[in-house]
């Protein structure tokens, strides 16, 4: 009954006096850290004083420096990596000009390719090997990668002039070796 009467009137304290309390112990325990400390840095020799500044100096500096200097370096990598995609952004609106979406595709005669081997040529021509071109009805799908993001423009301008239009469009960009994903289909 004791012990629950003194708990009522611990908790009706004033909350402003059990921090202070707090504070004060804590302070009071940093007193006692500051002078064990400083008591067993007099007991040290003069040398060993020396020695332990030093070492206490290099320590501080070196990963103060190496921390500041990763710190540095993770910024300008990200910095470059932003001006980088905003470059790219720029450039393909850039190139959104020249894309003629008005163009008439020249008269087909039949000794002429198939459609999906045409596109297949066009994107040779401009200098994308390897890529995925498949007939799908009236239309053709295409997929391919390319590091070069001017090969990339010239490729899809070229398969504009042709007459080609996108039906679909979708270009990404590989985050880790900067190559262009693209995947389309196009018809006539």
Request: no cysteine.
């Amino acid at each position: 009954m004791k012990r629950l009467l003194r708990r009522s009137k611990r908790n009706n304290v004033n909350p402003s006096f059990d921090r202070s309390m707090e504070t004060h112990a804590l302070s009071k325990r940093m007193n006692n850290f500051q002078s064990v400390l400083s008591s067993r840095w007099q007991a040290l020799s003069g040398r060993d004083q020396l020695a332990l500044l030093i070492l206490s100096t290099f320590l501080l500096l070196f990963v103060g420096g190496y921390g500041g200097y990763s710190i540095h370096q993770a910024a300008n990598d990200s910095k470059n990596d932003y001006q980088e995609e905003v470059a790219d952004y720029f450039w393909l609106r850039a190139q959104a000009g020249n894309i003629d979406s008005n163009a008439m595709q020249t008269s087909t005669s039949d000794g002429e390719l198939p459609p999906a081997n045409n596109v297949s040529t066009v994107l040779n021509s401009a200098g994308i090997t390897n890529a995925q071109v498949v007939a799908a009805g009236d239309a053709v799908q295409l997929s391919f990668t390319h590091g070069s993001q001017a090969v990339v423009g010239t490729a899809l301008g070229k398969l504009e002039q042709q007459g080609w239009q996108f039906t679909q469009l979708s270009m990404q960009q590989d985050p880790i070796n900067k190559s262009i994903q693209v995947q389309a289909t196009v018809a006539l």
